[in-house]
């Protein structure tokens, strides 16, 4: 995934439908203090970490981030054990697409979006005509991404992209996350003591990867700097604008789930085989309450997110356009999904 590499939230971490994606780190331990120096000098596979720490110093100078920034950002870094634990976990089973959606998008979890819009309406009606996304949709993001703002994570994000890049499993990519959180440091964004995240180094109510926020984070309040962290509107308008650049087309919507008739043919079915609603319902598509699909002249796709024992199919959904450029945000099926669903019932 683009902005979230390999960023689980623990809430989602036993789905490998969701192996990409960019949640918060919410059993992340408040203190992760390393005592055992030894044990932190160790961990990794790129040599001694003083050693290592130096050659990023170097690298950084050499990008142009300033002394000032390297020595308060990096002064007392080291590995954290729990970073390279929280990495490597596996999933002990699989959440069904009925699971994943309980658990993401609970009745609580409605009503607090239908109150996050209501209360942000002004703010969501003034990013929908400067970015062309509606409200919706930026309230359901925020709302699985971080809870609305309230589970934003708990790591320091320059010492856990430090020993990510330090343990050398992908150290090349998180070494440029590395270079591109000082780069934010050092612009004047956040202090390195406010530059909290996931264990992967997402950050914020966008929970965002450093180089996503280079690219796509905005400053919608003016207040001079960008704050994903504190500030709903820079948060919210950052995700939107990241979403109109990935593509979204503001005529659609994302999709539905669909009843196919008996005996549909499973080949039909793929992202790469949009076909036009017409068709569709030729071959006998409907919405999951039995009604007609929509009399529109769009295309879309039927996909199936999962499928049964056996390998037969599962639920099928009729996913428009504005499906990828969710699955730009995190590449899992699931994920996007849920996004819709909860979008769906936020008015």
């Given amino acids: ?24 780190a919410a059993d992340a331990p408040e203190n992760y203090e390393i005592i055992d120096t030894t044990m932190a000098t160790a961990i990794g596979t790129m040599g001694a970490f003083e050693q290592w720490i130096e050659g990023v110093k170097e690298e950084a100078r050499e990008g142009g981030i300033s002394e000032f920034t390297l020595h308060y950002a990096l002064r007392g870094i080291h590995p954290i054990p729990r970073i390279i634990e929280l990495d490597r976990r ?4 699989t959440l069904t697409l009925g699971q994943y959606l309980n658990r993401t998008i609970p009745a609580s979890r409605v009503k607090r979006a239908r109150r996050k819009f209501a209360e942000n309406r002004e ?7 400067k970015y062309q996304v509606p409200g919706r949709f930026i309230v359901a993001l925020w709302g699985i991404e971080s809870d609305f703002g309230n589970h934003t994570g708990g790591f320091s994000v320059i010492n856990a992209l430090a020993t990510l890049a330090h343990d050398g499993r992908r150290s090349a990519y998180f070494r440029k996350e590395l270079m591109n959180a000082l780069t934010i440091i050092d612009q004047g964004h956040v202090t390195p003591g ?8 997402a950050m914020g109510q966008a929970q965002f990867m450093p180089s996503t926020f280079l690219n796509h984070a905005t400053d919608h309040d003016g207040d001079g700097r960008i704050d994903i962290w504190n500030s709903s509107p820079d948060a919210l ?5 990241y979403l109109r650049k990935a593509g979204w087309n503001p005529d659609l919507t994302w999709g539905r789930e669909v009843t196919l008739p008996k005996g549909f043919d499973s080949e039909l079915a793929g992202k790469d085989k949009p076909r036009y609603l ?3 319902s030729w071959y006998g598509v409907k919405r999951a309450d039995g009604g007609p699909l929509p009399k529109r002249a769009i295309k879309g796709a039927i996909i199936f997110p999962e499928k049964k024992k056996g390998g037969k199919p599962g639920r099928a959904f ?6 990828p450029v969710i699955l730009d945000w995190n590449r899992s099926n699931f994920f996007a999904i849920a996004v819709g669903r909860l979008a769906d019932q936020i008015y």
């Fill in 194 to 201: 406010d530059m909290v995240g996931s264990w992967a180094g």
């Fill in 123 to 129: 703010l969501l009606k003034e990013l929908q005509e």
């Fill in 90 to 93: 596996q999933p002990e089973f």
């Fill in 1 to 24: 995934m683009k902005p979230f590499f390999l960023v689980l939230a623990a809430v989602f971490l036993l789905t490998p439908q969701m192996g990409t994606q960019a949640q918060t």
């Fill in 318 to 323: 009729l996913v428009y356009d504005n499906f």
């Fill in 278 to 280: 017409s068709a569709w």
């Fill in 237 to 241: 308008a950052s995700g939107a604008n």
